[in-house]
């Protein structure tokens, strides 16, 4: 009996598991095409956005270049030595 029950509430589990993937698949889609359909409605909108990408790609050359500098490559010869020191780091 007590067995039969047990059955009976994992098959109902599993039934309800699906049923929310479906759900959720379901409401992801609905959330994809309202800002789809936004986006391709823009004009104005569209340009800002051009914008502000171009900017974050400039900002983001500008940040690796000038005050992110490869300090293992400038500072040890081989992987032997990079590796050693990375390590020597995070096991201080």
Known sequence: MMLTIWRAAIINAVIDIKRMGKQMKYVLHNIFQFYYQGFKGMTVGRKLWIIIL??????YLVLKLFFFPDF?????????????????????
């Open 54 to 59: 171009v900017k974050l790609a400039i900002l």
């Open 72 to 92: 293992l490559k400038s500072n040890f010869k081989t992987d032997e030595q990079r590796s050693n020191h990375v390590i020597e780091q995070l096991t201080k």
